[in-house]
Structures are given as structure tokens and as C-alpha cells.
């Protein structure tokens, strides 16, 4: 579970089945209205409650009187059910948790013989799992700053190039502007070529994400909560010219191949490409006698001046070679003789952009 950002919400609503193994005859299932409006899970609830009895919602505030009750599920077999625990709600109806959610609850507070669960809970929501959770620990207090977030919005004319903000995982964010943001794409299209290799490019909101360091790209404002800073961050000059120069960034991009040499050639996984008349055709170095990459530290030059015949395993999942025949799907390791990938000529093939940056294609 990740405790830290469960949504708890305002209200609850609890649907109800009759089952002879509860303390009141009374099975509920709980499920909450959301920061947008929208109620989570509404068609599994509506196909699961009785319709003949009536279904109540509740404030979710803290409420004590919570008591454990008995296992339920853990049947054998392939379509055996998980394994729960019931929960008695002093608003006299039961429900179910994981286990992993009891064995969190037992480590913040005590169930006392008799009384149930000490201290008082709330209802929260790690994605579509329900979660009993203890107000005391630290989750909930982590938790509430998180759902306090969801309700929170950012409008279009608070956007400006250079502020800064704070998303919705609790993150601050650098905003860099709508700008191209390119992805690297790869189609098998017929049997004479491997790979053909594009770009995908469209216009994106850019951040750079100053917590994890990393580009945080939309496709709008929704998932922004708040504005941290209104002036123009320090950082936004180097930010944005690195963004420009990265691939994802780059206005113009192109394929270019770049000939390697027999001594610049690892056995570390990179991956290399010779041109037939079939097409260009991607390849790994293995050692075919054991079936293990090269280690970084062997000299793939003279390994394959001594080896010469030993095959290379091609590991492009479409490869295709002329003079191979009757390639299937459940057989895409295409071997050739090292000699013949050695008379194509060997390259790698890479990115270009406008500033003479490279970049792998894969």
C-alpha cells in the first residue's frame, strides 16, 4: 500500500447484502464519492448491494468502536477467494479489509478483548482498495495533506513560463511552457526492413520535476495544485536550454549511422547494426557456448578473431534476414555467422539534432 497519499474522503456510502455471519446480519460495501464528483466503483457496488434495503452515507470523520470479528476467504485452489478480515463499524453494519491493512493497524494500535480496536479510524482509499486507517499514525496526517491536494486547482491565467508549483503528488514542479516533446517509436513493417525508426512529436506542457529531477510532462493543468512561486525561478534558463537540447526537446531529429570499429564493440549488452539486402539488422554479442553475454571486461575484438564461427544471436524481436527461412513468432533469435556481420560493416545507429547532439534510438 502506499500509505502516504490514501484518499480519505468527506463522505462515504455504504450498500448492504444480509449475511448470517455478521454481528447484525449486515454486509456492507463502502465506497466514496471523489474530489471531481464522481463516485468510485458505483457499477461493482450497484451490481453487489441489495436494492431492497436502503443505502446510508456517513460522514467520514474519526469514529471509534471498531471491532475485529473473524477471517474470511482463503479457499484453495485456482478460483479460491483472498483472504480477509471483518470489521464491525459501530454504525452497526460490517466490512471487509486485506490483511496486509490489519497487519498495519496492529502495529499502531491495540485490539483489546471484549472492546475491539483501540482509537479511532477513518475510511481511506489506496487506489480501489479500502483501507481502515488509524488517525494517529503518520500516514493519516500525510494522507490528509494528500487529499487536500486533489480538491485544489491551478487555472490557465496563473500559468507563466519560469514559476513554480506544486502538483497533486505533492511535488514542486518547474514549468517550462507548451513545447514539442518528442518519443521514440519503432514499427515492423514488412519483411524486406526490421525496424523502420520515427518520432513521435506533439505539443505537451512541460515541467522538470524538482524533486525526483526529471521531466513532468501534461497534456493541461488539472493535476497541478497550487502555485509555490510567482516569480521566475533561478533555475527555469538552464532548465529550459537542457530541455531544448534533449531529445525529448530537440526541433529536428535524424537518423544517422555512425561506423563502429571492431575495438569500440562491448560485450555490455550495446547494441550494434550491420545493413543487408534485407534491411538493417540489430545484434547483441552472446557467447553462444554458454549462452551468456560477454563480460564488459573481455575484448570483444579478440574474442571474435578467435571465435569467428561461433554464431551472434540477433535480438530484435522482428528481425528478418534474406537468407534465413522459416521465421516464425515463437522463433525470432535469428544466428548469423560472425564473418558474414562483419562483411556488411558494423554501425550504430542514432539521433541527430540540430545542435549535433546524439542519441540512441532505443
Known amino acids: 500500500m502506499s500509505m502516504n497519499k490514501l484518499m480519505i474522503p468527506n463522505k462515504i456510502h455504504v450498500g448492504f447484502n444480509k449475511r448470517n455471519d455478521t454481528y447484525t446480519g449486515m454486509l456492507g460495501y463502502v465506497i466514496y464519492t471523489d474530489a471531481k464528483g464522481v463516485r468510485r466503483k458505483e457499477t461493482s457496488w450497484n451490481s453487489w448491494k441489495d436494492d431492497k434495503i436502503e443505502t446510508q452515507d456517513f460522514d467520514n470523520v474519526p469514529t471509534s468502536g471498531f471491532v475485529l470479528n473473524k477471517k474470511v476467504g482463503g479457499g484453495r485452489g485456482w478460483d479460491g477467494r ?42 481511506a482509499w489506496d487506489k480501489a482498495d479500502l483501507v481502515l486507517l488509524p488517525v494517529t499514525s503518520q500516514e493519516y496526517k500525510l494522507s490528509s495533506g494528500h487529499t487536500a491536494l486533489q480538491t485544489q486547482i491551478v487555472t490557465k491565467d496563473k500559468m507563466k513560463e519560469g514559476y513554480t508549483y506544486l502538483n497533486k503528488d505533492g511535488h514542486k514542479v518547474l514549468y517550462l511552457g507548451r513545447h ?114 560477454l563480460e564488459s571486461s573481455i575484448n570483444a575484438n579478440k574474442y571474435l578473431i578467435n571465435f569467428e564461427e561461433v554464431k551472434v544471436t540477433h535480438l530484435s524481436d522482428r528481425i528478418r534476414n534474406s537468407s534465413y527461412y522459416g521465421w516464425n513468432y515463437n522463433n525470432n533469435r535469428v544466428s548469423t555467422k560472425i564473418k558474414d556481420v562483419i562483411g556488411y560493416g558494423i554501425f550504430k545507429l542514432v539521433y541527430v539534432n540540430e545542435y549535433n547532439e546524439e542519441f540512441k534510438t532505443r
Do not use: M
Not at 100 to 114: H, Q, T, Y
Open 82 to 123: 483472498a483472504t480477509y478480515t471483518r470489521i464491525y463499524d459501530p454504525r452497526n453494519f460490517e466490512f471487509e479489509i486485506t490483511i496486509p491493512n490489519l497487519l498495519f493497524i496492529l502495529e499502531e494500535c491495540s485490539s483489546i478483548k471484549g472492546k475491539g480496536l483501540e482509537g479511532e479510524f477513518v475510511y
Open 180 to 293: 514539442i516533446y518528442n518519443e521514440r517509436c519503432a514499427d515492423h513493417l514488412n519483411d524486406s526492413v526490421d525496424y523502420t525508426y520515427y518520432v513521435k512529436s506533439k505539443k505537451k506542457h512541460i515541467f522538470v520535476d524538482l524533486d525526483d529531477n526529471r521531466l513532468w510532462v501534461q497534456d493541461g493543468f488539472t493535476k497541478l495544485a497550487s502555485v509555490v512561486s510567482s516569480d521566475v525561478s533561478p533555475l527555469y534558463a538552464d532548465e529550459f536550454t537542457k530541455f531544448k537540447k534533449s531529445f525529448e526537446g530537440s526541433l529536428t531529429l535524424n537518423l544517422k549511422e555512425v561506423p563502429v570499429s571492431l575495438d569500440e564493440i562491448n560485450g555490455d549488452g550495446s547494441y550494434y547494426y550491420y545493413k543487408s539486402d534485407a534491411g538493417i539488422h540489430g545484434f547483441y554479442f552472446y557467447d553462444r557456448r554458454s549462452e551468456e553475454k
